[in-house]
């Protein structure tokens, strides 16, 4: 059984499937507008111990910050 | 009346590079009423009829969360457009699309969907088929490349054609689970009765109900009452309970699946592209050390650039309007009209207009740096330095350019999303020493301490530095209210610019900056050569300027200064480096002030004139940009803070023994 886990644990060349996103209306709205749903598959591109980390959600790219990264909960892939 | 066409779209779809092309040069660029939100208006012409083309702000979506989404949203709710022009990015149908369902549910008809980069999508292996597009969403699809102006002749006709109702639209409607669907049913039945009816699309008011928009909520409740809205929000909690995700979630995902269900009927995947040059050099310029490294070569071209074009330009400017006030002076008999005309009005003129190569020069890189898709990069690697002190990686910029004038650096705030971070990047922008007070520091260190003379300039620069970012850490945590920006950011696609926008989106802010700040500076020349020459000239002691240096010599003796310091000062608000230059008048000459004071007083005088206001242009663009609200709330707490910072070290200076 695949673990769920927030975003920000994957490492770049991982993928995970959206399941929730937590956290308040604004920030999760936003996401969801941006293409970061539940159901969509996000591939980290890159990850470093500190600051945004770079990933791709159907061909877009995108830098996410620590913290919202850590709100979407993601089915490792 | 002329009938309205409004620009709808993501950002980065290249909406600005359509409204120019519909546009032409006639444009304006202007605000919104009551928010620093950008608005662009021009005028379209096609068969005879004239449009005036709204472009919109760009959005992902239409919720109430952002100034930028609520304009746009009220916009369209208002139905203030007879057209409604979607832009898409070909690149990115499914998160395009999703803003497309969002206003095709306001109930909006009259849409036509531009489908931009089509060149793009077919590199990346992406094969859309407009015409079945066109009939599945029922409404108009324009495939276009507005780079190259391919597809614009069409988009115009079709948009003509929508505007006369010569083509017919019948927008899709995204249906969402039948447990979602009776919630939007019991909601639109109760709200059939009110006035809401009247005035809104019912479906489209449940559907942001269910999402618990904020605005919408007020609105029912007004409507409906508490009892009636409580009952409706018990009824969204049982549901999400049911799905155990919020409601605003449930809707998101099911009206993504009602967009994937509808793509595969027109578009399909020839290959995937590989990794392209565009993911390798953002490992490059994202990266924690080479994306600093990077960032900084970038902005020392920049800085570069304009300062080796632009100042050149400022001088020439300047030099023209003084030898024109030379040659205009001998012909007029009036000695008031003669100052007022000379010193007072083409001063003023001349130094509005000398600051606009300045201006210009920074619009176009910071526009081109934006098209190219650098800026977003650049915003990731700032990131990590700037959060720290409560601003977004993207206000280094302003802050960079300071250090060259603080004119276009304020100016650049607009690059900044929230207001919140815009507004405490300019209050803490005119700390960061310009070019000018860089002079007025360098000729005190220069002629006062001739040992310790970089040392002296260093450390001036270190404290107003260290201010500014300790200023930024407690305006953001205590003075202005705002969410700070959550950090998402999409990094799109690096492009070649088309120069045409570029240059255009430049040349019209310059001149907005012209219009907005130069009233002001203007004004303030003006008042300035009354004060220096009545009731008589300066020198003589008697000018108002010079008693108005009196006037404060008590307070500013609290920091070692003196009147000849207060009337310097006083002069310095037009330009930082008059200070230097009015002792000159005070005393005969500039290296007379080597005799006048201790280098302990020129130490606190080069730091107050860092510190203590920023500059009457400086004041003119903070103004245009947040009001005049905060541009006094700057002059207030600068002059707090020099002269918290004078007194300080004065007396730190005294007890060292200096």
């Known amino acids: 059984m695949n673990m769920i886990v927030p975003l920000n644990v994957l490492k770049p060349g991982e993928k995970g499937m959206v399941v929730n996103i937590l956290g308040g209306a604004g920030a999760r709205q936003r996401l969801v507008a941006m293409g970061l749903t539940p159901g969509a598959t996000i591939h980290v591109i890159e990850s470093h111990p500190f600051g945004p980390i770079i990933l791709s959600v159907s061909g877009t790219r995108f830098a996410i910050g620590r913290g919202l990264a850590s709100k979407v909960m993601v089915r490792k892939l | ?658």
């Open chain 2, 1 to 658: 009346m002329m009938k309205i066409v409004a620009l709808a779209g993501n950002p980065n779809v290249g909406k600005t590079t359509i409204f120019n092309d519909l546009t032409g040069m006639r444009q304006h660029v202007g605000n919104w009423p009551g928010v620093t939100v950008e608005k662009k208006e021009g005028i379209l012409e096609y068969a005879d009829e004239k449009f005036l083309v709204v472009d919109l702000p760009g959005t992902y979506s239409l919720t109430a969360h952002s100034v930028d989404e609520l304009v746009a949203r009220d916009f369209l709710l208002k139905g203030s457009a007879d057209v409604v022009v979607d832009v898409v990015d070909a690149t990115a149908l499914m998160r395009n699309l999703f803003l497309t369902m969002e206003i095709f549910e306001m109930g909006l008809k009259n849409i036509v969907i531009a489908l931009n980069k089509m060149d793009l999508a077919e590199k990346k292996g992406i094969e859309i088929d407009a015409r079945r597009m066109e009939s599945v969403l029922g409404v108009p699809v324009v495939p276009l490349n507005a780079k190259e102006g391919i597809g614009i002749d069409e988009l115009k006709r079709r948009i003509y054609e929508v505007a006369n109702r010569k083509a017919k639209t019948d927008p899709i409607m995204p249906k969402y689970d039948p447990a979602v669907e009776r919630e939007i049913e019991h909601i639109s039945g109760a709200l059939k009765h009110t006035e809401l009816a009247e005035k809104h699309n019912l479906r489209w008011l449940a559907i942001k109900l269910l999402m618990r928009d904020e605005e919408v909520i007020k609105l029912v409740l007004r409507h409906l009452g508490s009892e009636k809205l409580n009952e409706i929000m018990r009824h969204i909690g049982e549901v999400e309970e049911r799905y155990k995700r919020a409601m605003d979630l449930i809707i998101a995902s099911q009206k993504y699946e009602f967009i994937d269900s509808l793509m595969h009927k027109f578009m399909r995947y020839k290959f995937e592209a590989g990794e392209t040059l565009g993911d390798q050099l953002d490992r490059v310029l994202t990266h924690p050390i080479y994306g600093i490294l990077a960032l900084f070569a970038v902005f020392y071209l920049v800085f570069k650039f304009i300062f080796a074009v632009g100042m050149p330009l400022q001088g020439m400017l300047d030099s023209a309007f003084s030898s024109f006030g030379q040659w205009l002076a001998p012909q007029i008999m009036s000695d008031i009209l003669r100052g007022l005309l000379v010193d007072g009005v083409i001063g003023g003129v001349g130094a509005v207009l000398s600051f606009f190569p300045l201006v210009f020069l920074l619009f176009l890189a910071m526009a081109f740096l934006e098209d190219v898709g650098y800026m977003a990069r650049a915003a990731v690697v700032m990131e990590r330095i700037m959060r720290k002190f409560g601003l977004p990686g993207k206000s280094l910029i302003p802050l960079v350019l300071a250090f060259g004038c603080n004119v276009p650096a304020v100016m650049s705030t607009r690059t900044l999303d929230e207001e919140k971070d815009r507004i405490v990047t300019m209050l803490i922008n005119p700390l960061i020493p310009c070019s000018a007070r860089l002079s007025v520091i360098s000729f005190l260190a220069g002629a006062f301490f001739q040992k310790n003379q970089a040392f002296v300039a260093v450390s001036i620069y270190t404290m107003s530095i260290f201010l500014a970012l300790i200023m930024a850490w407690f305006f953001s945590k205590f003075l202005v209210r705002g969410e700070s920006s959550p950090f998402i950011i999409e990094l799109p696609e690096y492009l070649i610019p088309s120069w045409k926008t570029v240059l255009l989106h430049s040349w019209e802010r310059s001149k907005e900056f012209v219009k907005k700040a130069g009233t002001i500076i203007l004004t303030g020349s003006i008042a300035i050569w009354y004060l220096s020459n009545y009731p008589s000239v300066m020198g003589s002691g008697q000018s108002y300027a010079e008693r108005i240096g009196m006037f404060f010599e008590p307070y500013v003796r609290l920091m070692g200064l003196d009147w000849k310091a207060a009337v310097s000062l006083l002069f310095g608000i037009i330009a930082k480096e008059n200070v230097i230059s009015t002792y000159g008048v005070l005393y005969g000459s500039r290296e007379a002030i080597i005799n006048a004071m201790m280098p302990l007083q020129a130490y606190i005088l080069g730091l107050v004139t860092t510190l203590y206001i920023p500059c009457i242009a400086t004041i003119g663009a903070i103004r245009a940009e947040a009001g005049w609200k905060w541009a006094f709330f700057t002059m207030a707490y600068m002059i707090g803070l020099a002269s918290f910072m004078g007194i300080v070290v004065y007396h730190i200076g005294i007890i060292l023994g200096f």
